[in-house]
């Protein structure tokens, strides 16, 4: 034994957690900034050093963006629906999906179904005097948009229900939730082929609208994002010095675990949020926006951690309140902000459950804006857990639990029946395989 001894390991310094809202958000923040700048200079480098890294990728990504849109290509990635039923997707266009995080899918229901869908929740709201009896906005985010109903609080239509436990529908999402690992370290993390069925709302947006969008936010998280044990283990490559190997497609620990309760909530792991649209929509019309790199994550969560930010700030995130990404603290990747191509009625949108997005302005808006939110929320503990709440709201025609309380639906007859659940409503719910 002639070589020398190798110094023994130090274990890096382990993470604080609160797996509820602390008391004193300012004073956690601090505890938690100087533990993770703490854990990241035990790998030998800086926060600087890292998040230079994570800069560079995500400048090689918005320079590669900006050169497509010079040359006139369209940044979102698209793919046929039938190639997602023919498994026949092209190599080039899965890679564009996993680079960019989002996905416009054509012709993922018939142009003439989505239209009849269309039809469908408008009678069924008329008949069920809905605008007569429309209390206004109770939502502190949604709100913003005005006073007029666009976003209808609305979640049992059979049309929301059909679509929901569509073949296309679940096929779509066990493609989309195939671009995450979801096995690992002998983990089931998810079923891929196996959807919640998270219900969600409508928004209907009429011809004529000017409205002033919704700004650059995310939706997985706030000050929970660093604050939890989970989600440190799911940033785990960000907080230990291996950025290199952050994977934002690892679903390990995203699916279990507490959230911070708050108005905006998404109880659910969804591997991407996801709408389908009941009109077409032309891309200058006050469309969906996002930052289209997937990767994008690790830039935020690492940027509270340098010295230009207080130590009680996480640049302007906070609790009760979405994620904010802006011009502020995230100039670079503001740059990369690209909206929707043109859509029909039946194509859907995708993107990454991690993603900065925003809906753009607009002035009296051309053509209707309509769709049905529907994400991709695979069967896990976390969606488990919330499924069987909302199967009473099923039952009852409930608002769900992460939405307002207004329950306009619980004395509409018409509204979609346990009966009328198929073998995939069934599974999504939890009422049996
Ligand atoms: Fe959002």
């Given at each position: 034994?002639?070589?020398?001894?190798?110094?023994?390991?130090?274990?890096?310094p382990t993470l604080p957690h609160w797996e509820q809202t602390p008391d004193d958000l300012a004073a956690a923040t601090r505890e938690i900034k100087a533990a993770l700048r703490a854990r990241i200079a035990a790998s030998g480098r800086t926060v600087e050093e890292v998040f230079a890294v994570v800069e560079r990728r995500i400048q090689a990504e918005v320079d590669e963006i900006t050169?497509?849109?010079?040359?006139?290509?369209?940044?979102?990635?698209?793919?046929?629906?039938?190639?997602?039923?023919?498994?026949?997707?092209?190599?080039?266009?899965?890679?564009?999906?996993?680079?960019?995080?989002?996905?416009?899918?054509?012709?993922?229901?018939?142009?003439?179904?989505?239209?009849?869908?269309?039809?469908?929740?408008?009678?069924?709201?008329?008949?069920?005097?809905?605008?007569?009896?429309?209390?206004?906005?109770?939502?502190?985010?949604?709100?913003?948009?005005?006073?007029?109903?666009?976003?209808?609080?609305?979640?049992?239509?059979?049309?929301?229900?059909?679509?929901?436990?569509?073949?296309?529908?679940?096929?779509?999402?066990?493609?989309?939730?195939?671009?995450?690992?979801?096995?690992?370290?002998?983990?089931?993390?998810?079923?891929?082929?196996?959807?919640?069925?998270?219900?969600?709302?409508?928004?209907?947006?009429?011809?004529?609208?000017?409205?002033?969008?919704?700004?650059?936010?995310?939706?997985?998280?706030?000050?929970?994002?660093?604050?939890?044990?989970?989600?440190?283990?799911?940033?785990?490559?960000?907080?230990?010095?291996?950025?290199?190997?952050?994977?934002?497609?690892?679903?390990?620990?995203?699916?279990?675990?507490?959230?911070?309760?708050?108005?905006?909530?998404?109880?659910?792991?969804?591997?991407?949020?996801?709408?389908?649209?009941?009109?077409?929509?032309?891309?200058?019309?006050?469309?969906?926006?996002?930052?289209?790199?997937?990767?994008?994550?690790?830039?935020?969560?690492?940027?509270?951690?340098?010295?230009?930010?207080?130590?009680?700030?996480?640049?302007?995130?906070?609790?009760?309140?979405?994620?904010?990404?802006?011009?502020?603290?995230?100039?670079?990747?503001?740059?990369?902000?690209?909206?929707?191509?043109?859509?029909?009625?039946?194509?859907?949108?995708?993107?990454?459950?991690?993603?900065?997005?925003?809906?753009?302005?607009?002035?009296?808006?051309?053509?209707?804006?309509?769709?049905?939110?529907?994400?991709?929320?695979?069967?896990?503990?976390?969606?488990?857990?919330?499924?069987?709440?909302?199967?009473?709201?099923?039952?009852?025609?409930?608002?769900?639990?992460?939405?307002?309380?207004?329950?306009?639906?619980?004395?509409?007859?018409?509204?979609?029946?346990?009966?009328?659940?198929?073998?995939?409503?069934?599974?999504?719910?939890?009422?049996?395989?």
């Amino acid at each position: 034994m002639s070589s020398p001894a190798l110094p023994a390991a130090v274990p890096p310094p382990t993470l604080p957690h609160w797996e509820q809202t602390p008391d004193d958000l300012a004073a956690a923040t601090r505890e938690i900034k100087a533990a993770l700048r703490a854990r990241i200079a035990a790998s030998g480098r800086t926060v600087e050093e890292v998040f230079a890294v994570v800069e560079r990728r995500i400048q090689a990504e918005v320079d590669e963006i900006t050169a497509a849109r010079q040359r006139g290509e369209t940044i979102w990635p698209v793919i046929d629906y039938p190639d997602i039923e023919a498994g026949t997707v092209p190599d080039e266009a899965l890679s564009l999906l996993r680079r960019r995080g989002c996905l416009v899918v054509r012709g993922h229901f018939e142009r003439t179904q989505a239209l009849g869908w269309d039809r469908d929740i408008l009678d069924y709201v008329g008949e069920n005097r809905f605008f007569e009896n429309y209390r206004g906005p109770a939502d502190d985010f949604f709100s913003s948009v005005g006073s007029k109903p666009e976003i209808y609080p609305i979640y049992w239509s059979p049309a929301q229900m059909q679509a929901r436990q569509d073949d296309r529908m679940a096929r779509v999402q066990g493609f989309l939730n195939r671009q995450w690992k979801h096995e690992s370290d002998g983990v089931r993390w998810f079923d891929p082929d196996r959807d919640s069925l998270y219900p969600d709302r409508i928004r209907r947006r009429p011809e004529g609208t000017t409205s002033g969008g919704l700004g650059t936010h995310l939706d997985p998280g706030n000050l929970d994002l660093w604050m939890t044990k989970a989600y440190q283990q799911a940033f785990r490559h960000l907080f230990d010095g291996t950025v290199e190997q952050y994977d934002p497609w690892d679903a390990a620990y995203r699916t279990d675990g507490p959230q911070y309760p708050g108005t905006t909530m998404c109880s659910v792991f969804r591997t991407f949020q996801g709408w389908t649209a009941l009109s077409d929509m032309a891309h200058d019309q006050g469309v969906l926006h996002t930052v289209p790199i997937a990767g994008a994550m690790a830039y935020l969560m690492l940027r509270p951690l340098l010295a230009d930010v207080p130590d009680d700030d996480m640049c302007g995130v906070t609790v009760n309140q979405t994620f904010p990404a802006n011009g502020t603290w995230h100039p670079l990747l503001m740059q990369a902000l690209s909206g929707i191509p043109d859509v029909r009625a039946g194509d859907s949108v995708w993107w990454h459950c991690d993603m900065i997005h925003s809906v753009a302005p607009v002035q009296n808006q051309q053509g209707w804006g309509n769709v049905m939110y529907i994400p991709a929320a695979p069967w896990c503990p976390r969606n488990e857990h919330y499924a069987a709440s909302v199967r009473d709201a099923f039952i009852t025609g409930s608002s769900p639990s992460d939405f307002p309380v207004e329950h306009y639906e619980r004395t509409w007859t018409n509204r979609f029946q346990l009966d009328d659940l198929n073998h995939i409503g069934r599974r999504g719910f939890g009422l049996g395989l």
